[in-house]
Structure formats: structure tokens, C-alpha cells
């Protein structure tokens, strides 16, 4: 349970970075002037190239496009499932329940975490016109929209997210194991309980020999010592 913890903690990290950074997409434009310009943009936020810090992409004044909503929609999602699967590790009791649920939310996780990938078929890559810093500026095309550093933070939480979900999934499996295991009784074995004997015989143990005995209602009793030849 630490190791996993240590994990999806880490993932929420980097999910929490990556997805929230203003480094998520690299895109470089040619303007008409054959100038190259690039642009480091994020889900939520956009690098200023003078001063070097994030501001929100509401003060640009672009509307996002399907693609950037999905994208702002699966950010969130993956925190709040991630989060929601280290709440359930640090509240719940190593049940088998609590080792199913933590597994479905870790998956789902990694696959929110994949889904802000979307972004990169918004019109921040596909869209040469967009005028992304609010100065008017035209472009001829796109070179290039490459992964930022906070996509490659992305890509190494889905990861994470992958790791703590199928450790989730194995600790289940052993979980599972155990309790069908401990259901047997002690002394007996899973070929006596999938193999019992018929109405009129039960199995004693005495004195380390196993013995045979007729139940009462039979009209003769025996007793069938296991040490054949004795008298």
C-alpha cells in the first residue's frame, strides 16, 4: 500500500503540473515577414515572451475551440479521479472492494491523462490566423506544434497512473486468493471440500490415521482403519 501511495502521489503530481503549466504545446509560426515565432502555450494558460511568466488565455480574448474544451475537461477529470484514488487507499480498509475501486479509478486516470492530448488538434496547432498574443499578428503557416515540457510531465503521470492501477488490479487478484483460500476449515483441504462424501460417510482424523465411519443409521456400523492388518 506505501509503494502505491509513493506512485499515485507522484502521478498527482505531475499531472497537476503538467496539466496546469503554461508549457504544455510549442507552436512556431512564419509570419509574412518570414520571421519565425514561437509560442509556448499551455491548457490554461499562455507563456508572456516578455516577461516569462503564465497569464490565463481569457485575457487574450480567443474562445476555445471543441478540441480545447475536451482538453480543459480531461485536465480537471484527471485530478479530481486521481485524487479521488488516494483518498479511497487512505480511508479504506485493504478489502478486495477497496483494491477494485482504486484499480478503476487509477485506469481512469490514465486515460483522462491521455485525452488532454487533444489539445494538439485544437486551433492552436491547426489554425495559422489565430491570434493567440493579442497583437493583430498574421502568419503565413505553421512550422511546427511540438510537446512542451508540461506534455512531457503528462506523459510520465499517465505512466504513473498506468503503474498504480495495475498494482491496484494484482493486489485485487492476491486479495481474492487469500479469502478463497481462507474459506476452507482448518484440516481441510480443497479436494475435500470440492470432493465430499456421500450421505452416509463422514471423514474423522484420529490419532494421525484417517478412519472411515458409517453413520448411525445404517444398520451395521464399522470403522475402517486407515492401517490396514491391524486386528
Known amino acids: ?19 496546469f503549466w503554461c508549457h504544455f504545446a510549442q507552436r512556431t509560426a512564419t509570419d509574412y515577414n518570414n520571421d519565425e515565432e514561437t509560442i509556448v502555450a499551455g491548457i ?33 477529470l484527471t485530478v479530481v479521479v486521481g485524487g479521488a484514488s488516494i483518498v479511497t487507499i487512505m480511508l479504506g480498509d485493504g478489502n478486495k472492494k477497496m483494491w477494485l475501486t482504486v484499480s478503476v479509478l487509477s485506469s481512469c486516470s490514465l486515460l483522462f491523462q491521455a485525452c488532454t492530448f487533444v489539445i494538439f488538434q485544437s486551433y492552436i496547432c491547426t489554425e495559422k490566423d489565430i491570434d493567440m498574443t493579442g497583437s493583430s499578428k ?80 445404517l444398520p451395521e456400523q464399522a470403522v475402517v482403519n486407515s492401517n490396514y492388518g491391524n486386528p
Not at 2 to 19: D, K, Q, R, T
Not at 62 to 74: C, E, G, H, R, Y
Open 1 to 19: 500500500m506505501i509503494c502505491w501511495l509513493i506512485i499515485a502521489n507522484l502521478a498527482l503530481f505531475f499531472s497537476l503540473f503538467g496539466n
Open 44 to 76: 490554461w494558460s499562455l507563456k508572456d515572451n516578455v516577461y516569462g511568466g503564465c497569464y490565463r488565455w481569457s485575457f487574450t480574448g480567443l474562445i476555445p475551440d471543441p478540441s480545447w474544451n475536451a482538453a480543459k475537461t480531461f485536465s480537471i
Open 138 to 217: 498574421s502568419y503565413q503557416k505553421i512550422d511546427k506544434c511540438q510537446r512542451g515540457p508540461g506534455a512531457g510531465m503528462a506523459i510520465f503521470a499517465a505512466v504513473l497512473w498506468g503503474i498504480s492501477g495495475a498494482i491496484a488490479i494484482y493486489s485485487n487478484v492476491m486479495e481474492q486468493k487469500e479469502l478463497h483460500s481462507s474459506s476452507y476449515p482448518p484440516g481441510t483441504s480443497k479436494e475435500m471440500k470440492e470432493f465430499p462424501l456421500d450421505d452416509h460417510q463422514s471423514l474423522g482424523v484420529l490419532s494421525g490415521s484417517t478412519e472411515v465411519l458409517q453413520q448411525k443409521n
